[in-house]
């Protein structure tokens, strides 16, 4: 094969395996990830704000002294609020479970709560607890090739406008992950993010090593960088 059609041949495989990469990551890892460790997002104050409740993002969240988590959003009359708290599938958490509890207006006043969160006369709150859960539901992330325990998956409605705030604490320490929202926003840009955004849910998991598709991108783009060597010292 010449030079020429060498080169053709490689700018059509590297095209190729980019397309592929760009149409499957962003149906196989919907959420937008966050990272947040105390002292960020412990106290209402200092809450994660989301500005939109329907887009999809997953926040993991490290708490080594048990630190709770607060996020805050603007909720509309009838909307839905998809929530879902997990784990890492790591022995140590096996039996870690945090306890959500959402406040705003219109909700009903709990009967108990873990925390001592003042309520308004239009304020309400739902209490989400998670020690009842024996089996866990197992969810395995393609993208960065880990595995986590799903403890609460629910929709929640809302039933009036306003401020709500989501709170998530266990009485240990430990490390949890919190999923909002169902509409996809997970565009082409964002792959240029993916190694490092993988490099860090997969230390968040304490997975070593790089998922499958890291290590044949990775062998692609070397196989390429030594044909384009090897078809510059050919035409030399």
């Known amino acids: 094969m010449s030079p020429a059609k060498t080169a053709q041949a490689l700018v059509l495989s590297a095209t190729i ?3 592929v990469l760009g149409l499957w990551a962003p ?16 106290s209402d104050a200092t809450a994660l704000r989301l500005p939109d409740i329907d887009v999809s993002r997953a926040i993991y969240r490290r708490a080594p002294n048990a630190e709770p988590f607060w996020l805050s959003f603007e909720g509309h009359a009838d909307a839905t609020l998809r929530l879902q708290l997990g784990v890492p599938r790591i022995d140590r958490l096996s039996s870690y479970r945090p306890t959500a509890t959402l406040r705003g207006p219109g ?3 709990p009967d108990s709560s873990p925390l001592a969160l003042d309520l308004s006369e239009s304020q309400g709150a739902r209490v989400f607890r998670t020690e009842g859960v024996t089996t866990p539901r197992t969810f395995h992330e393609p993208i960065t090739g880990t595995t986590s325990w799903v403890l609460l998956d629910s929709s929640v409605h809302l039933p009036e406008a306003g401020r709500y705030e989501l709170i998530v604490q266990a009485a240990e320490p430990g490390r949890h992950w919190v999923s909002v929202g169902h509409r996809e926003a997970f565009g082409l840009a964002d792959m240029a993010k993916l190694p490092g955004w993988t490099e860090r849910v997969r230390a968040f998991h304490e997975v070593g090593g790089w998922p499958a598709w890291m290590t044949i991108g990775a062998v692609v783009l070397g196989l390429l960088a030594m044909g384009g060597i090897w078809i ?3 035409s030399l």
């Not at 196989?28 to 105390?38: G, T």
Request: aromatic content about 8%; glycine content about 8%.
């Open 17 to 19: 395996a980019i397309g």
């Open 27 to 42: 149906n196989a890892w919907a959420h937008r990830p966050v990272f947040s460790s105390p002292p960020h997002h412990a």
């Open 107 to 109: 909700l009903p006043s």
């Open 232 to 234: 510059g010292a050919r």
